[in-house]
C-alpha cells in the first residue's frame, strides 16, 4: 500500500473522530458547559454547516497546488478542534464546532482526486477507498477511545488529541504525499457549470436520500437495540464495534469492486441491498441475534457505497471536479440531518423504535432508482 495514500487516511481519520464523537460525548459536554442536551445538539449541527460552508471555498483556492491546499486543510482541522479543546462557554465551542467542519467536505474533495492521480492504472476506486478508509477506522476504534477518555477524563482531552493527530497528520502529507498535476483552472464560473447537467445531480441526490435512509434508523440504533431486540445496555459498546467493522469492510470491498464493475452499477446494487435489510430490521428487530447481523449489513453497505460515489462525481464534473467531490460530502451531512429528523417523527407520534428503519426503507430505494437512471443514461454510454 502507498505510503501517500496511508497519510491522506490519516486524515480522514481525524475527521472522522470529530463528527462522531460529539454524538456518543453529548452529554458530557452539555453538563459542562451547562445546556441542556437538545441544546448540546446544536454542536452537531454547527459542524454539518461547517461542511456545507466549506466547500464551496475550494472554488477559491482552485490555482493553489492540490498537496499546499490539502497542508492548508488539515491546519484549519487543527485550529477548530483545539480551540475546541479549550472552549470556556457554549457560543465559543459553536464556533469551534464551525471551524472543525469547514475543512471536511473540501478536504475528502481535494483528497479524492489527489488518490485517484496517485493510484495505479484501473486501481482508481480502490485508492479513494483507502483515503476513505480513515474515516471507518475513527468508527471502529477512535469514537469509543474518545468515549472513554470523556468518562474516565475529560471531553475536552478528545479534541485536544484529535488537535495533536493534526500535527501527525501534516508531517505525514507533507513528506509522503508528493505533488501531483494540478486541475486545468476552469475559473470561478467554470467550476460550477458541471451543475447544469443531470449526471451530478443524481449522484448527489442518490448520496442524500441513500444516507438519509440509513440514518433514519441508525441516529435511533441505540434504543432499538435495548428497548426492542433486548441487548443490555453494557453490550451497546461491542455492538458499535461490530457497526465500526462493517464500515471498514464495506469501504474497501467497494472501492474494489468499483474498479471491476463501475462505480454507478455497485452503488446501485448497495443501495437496493440497504432497502431491504432496513426492512428486514422493521420486521425481525426483536429477534437479537438476526438485528445485529442486519445492522453490520447496513453499515457494511453505508460505507461501501462512499467511495463509488465520490468517483462517480470526480468522472462527471469535468471542470469542477474540487467542488463536485466536496459537494458529496455537503450532500452525506444534508442526508445524515434529514434522516434523523425524519426517523424521530414516529417516535414523536407514540410509535416503536423498529419504524425508523421503515421509514428510511424507502428514502434508500430512491437513492437505488437514482444510481440506476445514471448508469443507464450517463456512465454505461461513458465506458461504451
Known amino acids: 500500500m502507498k505510503k501517500s495514500l496511508i497519510a491522506l487516511a490519516f486524515g480522514t481519520l481525524g475527521l472522522g473522530i470529530a463528527e462522531f464523537v460529539m454524538m456518543a460525548i453529548l452529554p458530557y459536554v452539555a453538563k459542562d458547559l451547562h445546556v441542556s442536551i437538545p441544546t448540546a445538539g446544536h454542536l452537531i449541527s454547527a459542524y454539518a454547516l461547517g461542511v456545507c460552508a466549506g466547500a464551496p471555498m475550494l472554488t477559491l483556492a482552485r490555482k493553489l497546488p492540490l498537496k499546499n491546499i490539502l497542508l492548508g486543510l488539515v491546519a484549519l482541522m487543527m485550529i477548530g478542534n483545539t480551540c475546541a479543546a479549550f472552549s470556556p462557554n457554549f457560543w465559543t465551542m459553536i464556533g469551534a464546532r464551525f471551524i472543525s467542519g469547514l475543512p471536511h467536505g473540501a478536504y475528502f474533495g481535494v483528497a479524492s482526486i489527489v488518490a485517484e492521480k496517485l493510484a495505479d492504472k484501473g486501481k482508481g476506486s480502490e485508492a479513494v477507498s483507502i483515503m476513505i478508509a480513515g474515516m471507518t477506522v475513527a468508527n471502529l476504534f477512535g469514537v469509543p477511545l474518545g468515549t472513554s477518555l470523556s468518562t474516565m477524563l475529560s471531553w475536552r482531552l478528545t479534541?485536544?488529541?484529535?488537535?495533536?493527530?493534526?500535527?501527525?497528520?501534516?508531517?505525514?502529507?507533507?513528506?509522503?504525499?508528493?505533488?501531483?498535476?494540478?486541475?486545468?483552472?476552469?475559473?470561478?464560473?467554470?467550476?460550477?457549470?458541471?451543475?447544469?447537467?443531470?449526471?451530478?445531480?443524481?449522484?448527489?441526490?442518490?448520496?442524500?436520500?441513500?444516507?438519509?435512509?440509513?440514518?433514519?434508523?441508525?441516529?435511533?440504533?441505540?434504543?432499538?437495540?435495548?428497548?426492542?431486540?433486548?441487548?443490555?445496555?453494557?453490550?451497546?459498546?461491542?455492538?458499535?464495534?461490530?457497526?465500526?467493522?462493517?464500515?471498514?469492510?464495506?469501504?474497501?470491498?467497494?472501492?474494489?469492486?468499483?474498479?471491476?464493475?463501475?462505480?454507478?452499477?455497485?452503488?446501485?446494487?448497495?443501495?437496493?441491498?440497504?432497502?431491504?435489510?432496513?426492512?428486514?430490521?422493521?420486521?425481525?428487530?426483536?429477534?437479537?441475534?438476526?438485528?445485529?447481523?442486519?445492522?453490520?449489513?447496513?453499515?457494511?453497505?453505508?460505507?461501501?457505497?462512499?467511495?463509488?460515489?465520490?468517483?462517480?462525481?470526480?468522472?462527471?464534473?469535468?471542470?469542477?471536479?474540487?467542488?463536485?467531490?466536496?459537494?458529496?460530502?455537503?450532500?452525506?451531512?444534508?442526508?445524515?440531518?434529514?434522516?434523523?429528523?425524519?426517523?424521530?417523527l414516529p417516535l414523536e407520534a407514540g410509535l416503536g423504535y423498529r419504524y425508523p428503519a421503515l421509514i428510511g426503507a424507502p428514502l434508500t430505494f430512491v437513492g437505488f432508482v437514482l444510481m440506476i437512471i445514471f448508469f443507464k443514461k450517463y456512465e454505461r454510454k461513458a465506458i461504451e
Open 159 to 344: 479534541f485536544l488529541l484529535v488537535g495533536i493527530w493534526c500535527i501527525i497528520v501534516l508531517y505525514y502529507i507533507w513528506k509522503w504525499v508528493p505533488q501531483v498535476e494540478g486541475l486545468p483552472d476552469t475559473g470561478f464560473k467554470g467550476q460550477f457549470r458541471f451543475m447544469k447537467t443531470t449526471a451530478p445531480w443524481l449522484i448527489l441526490g442518490a448520496t442524500m436520500f441513500g444516507n438519509g435512509g440509513v440514518f433514519c434508523w441508525y441516529s435511533y440504533i441505540n434504543p432499538l437495540l435495548t428497548k426492542v431486540s433486548g441487548f443490555s445496555a453494557e453490550s451497546i459498546t461491542l455492538l458499535m464495534v461490530l457497526a465500526g467493522f462493517g464500515m471498514v469492510v464495506g469501504n474497501l470491498i467497494g472501492g474494489r469492486l468499483s474498479d471491476r464493475y463501475t462505480p454507478g452499477r455497485v452503488a446501485a446494487t448497495t443501495q437496493i441491498i440497504i432497502c431491504f435489510a432496513l426492512l428486514s430490521i422493521f420486521f425481525a428487530a426483536r429477534i437479537d441475534w438476526l438485528t445485529a447481523l442486519l445492522m453490520c449489513l447496513c453499515t457494511t453497505g453505508l460505507f461501501a457505497v462512499s467511495s463509488p460515489l465520490q468517483i462517480s462525481i470526480i468522472h462527471f464534473a469535468k471542470g469542477g471536479e474540487l467542488l463536485g467531490a466536496a459537494c458529496i460530502q455537503v450532500a452525506f451531512n444534508l442526508g445524515n440531518a434529514i434522516g434523523a429528523f425524519i426517523g424521530g
